[in-house]
């Protein structure tokens, strides 16, 4: 479809990432191990486009691929609200690493 998917961070073993033989609508070939390898996967537009962790109260997001301004921006703010989530409303703070190439 032609209408854009919300960013989303999903946890590791996702059914999204695990429940289909073909993951290539979701995850490119090159990066087709995120799923088996238990990697917590971030979704941009309903693609896998990094990965996430967390680091002392941290979302920490490291891109697979080099990411839009506006797809960032989205990154982050919805990185805040997992870290608040994840946190007790504690903390909001997301690091995003350098885009690869």
Known sequence: PDTPAPVRFLPAFDNALLGYHNRGRIVDDAHRGLSVAGERAVLVDG????TWSVDDGT???????????????????????LALFLTGDDSDRVRVAASPG
């Open 47 to 50: 693609r896998a486009a990094a």
């Open 59 to 81: 979302v920490v997001v490291a891109p697979l691929r080099r990411l839009s301004r506006a797809d960032h921006a989205d990154v982050i703010r919805e990185g805040r609200e």
